[in-house]
């Protein structure tokens, strides 16, 4: 079986809701990415094979075979297919695992993974909220599955609270959480250590090149008084991801290809695993995959140099942390979602970007990549950089 190789991997600075990139529909900004792959390489677009984008909530701009209509809004030619991917928060990693599957498999030799969100454009749960308020149909949780858990619903709100719980965590724990995200990508943006990787975006105020739910100046006291979303509970929008418009992508390909199109990989793709489990809790499984993925991979935590584990809520992270003894200075080391905002399908190679791109510039070897998922999902990532 041939390697995977990572050739480029690029995203858009995050934009906050109803800020800079409010006014990019959420395929153009899906087709500058694809652009930026192309132009950074330069590989000729018409020998990609596939596009496989990630998008959580496939409605309205983000409707009618969203992935296809990002690459009719690039310069690629029509001839390049695509198809959109949705596994929740993770979309765009498992939008990475399939290409990598398929170049490996030497089925198809050059492959885009990306993902793409305006959660402006397209707000979150927008696919369900039509249908329950014009009381068509019952929901995605049928009846049967609301008995089998004994549950209503299922949250990931109230999944963070149980781990949080579970964990020890208070709200004080969180809260400093938070604000050494926002400290740690303040610190990452004034360094430019986030240049490589982003692809500007033009807005009526100039190039979109800095992200936008950062914010420099945080203090505890300021994060400590946002609401909390549950009373008597310790999660607040504060120490939880943002909203964020974005999108983001990277090449892959496998020997056959570096060498046909004269490409140097800048990583290698070394483990790719998917596990799923409670349903309820929810976004405790990134522990139990990383577990396997490590397992599988024949490593251990403490050979991973980086770990980008997703700020869904401050306590994934930190459950994470603690109940794999991992290294706190090897994690989310330019900040997280909580600073530099969660775009939903598109956080998966968003994620892998700064991952590859940071583990090169400090000339470290293994980087490991988890997201939690809706329905008790989570997708691990291991690469190798070059």
């Not at 809004?73 to 290409?99: E, K, M, N, W, Y």
Request: proline share 4%; charged share 20%; with cysteine.
């Amino acid at each position: 079986m041939m390697q995977a190789y990572i050739v480029e991997a690029v995203r858009t600075a995050g934009g906050r809701r109803n800020g800079a990139l409010a006014g990019w529909h959420p395929a153009d900004m899906g087709g500058e990415v694809l652009n930026a792959l192309v132009d950074r390489s330069g590989i000729d677009p018409a020998a990609i094979e596939d596009v496989i984008l990630g998008c959580v909530t496939q409605a309205g701009e983000q409707g009618f075979a969203f992935a296809r209509n990002a690459v009719l809004a690039s310069r690629l030619p029509q001839s390049v297919p695509a198809v959109t991917i949705d596994r929740q928060c993770g979309s765009s990693q498992q939008a990475l695992q399939f290409a990598a599957q398929a170049v490996m498999s030497g089925t198809q030799d050059v492959v885009i993974a990306a993902g793409a969100e305006s959660m402006t454009r397209v707000p979150m749960f927008s696919n369900i909220s039509y249908h329950q308020r014009e009381s068509v149909g019952v929901g995605p949780f049928s009846d049967r599955i609301k008995q089998r858990f004994g549950v209503e619903t299922f949250s990931q709100f109230e999944g963070a609270e149980m781990i949080a719980v579970k964990y020890g965590f208070d709200r004080a724990a969180l809260d400093r959480y938070a604000l050494q995200s926002h400290q740690r990508a303040a610190a990452a943006t004034q360094a430019k250590r986030f240049a490589s990787q982003i692809v500007p975006l033009e807005t009526e105020n100039g190039l979109h090149v800095t992200d936008e739910g950062i914010r420099a100046d945080a203090t505890l006291e300021g994060i400590g008084s946002v609401k909390l979303l549950k009373d008597g509970g310790v999660v607040s929008a504060a120490n939880a991801s943002q909203i964020c418009d974005g999108a983001s992508g990277i090449l892959v390909v496998n020997e056959r290809a570096l060498k046909a199109h004269d490409l140097t990989p800048i990583a290698r793709i070394v483990n790719m695993t998917v596990t799923a489990g409670d349903p309820i809790i929810m976004l405790e499984e990134p522990i139990f995959a990383t577990r396997k993925a490590l397992e599988r991979a024949g490593l251990t935590i403490d050979d991973i140099d980086l770990y980008e584990v997703n700020e869904a809520f401050a306590p994934v992270p930190m459950a994470w942390l603690k109940a794999l003894g991992a290294d706190p200075d090897k994690l989310n080391v330019n900040g997280g979602a909580i600073a530099l905002g969660h775009p939903l399908g598109a956080t998966g190679t968003k994620l892998m970007a700064t991952l590859v791109h940071e583990l090169r510039a400090r000339g470290q070897r293994y980087g490991l990549q988890t997201v939690c998922e809706g329905g008790g999902i989570a997708n691990v990532t291991i690469v190798e950089a070059l």
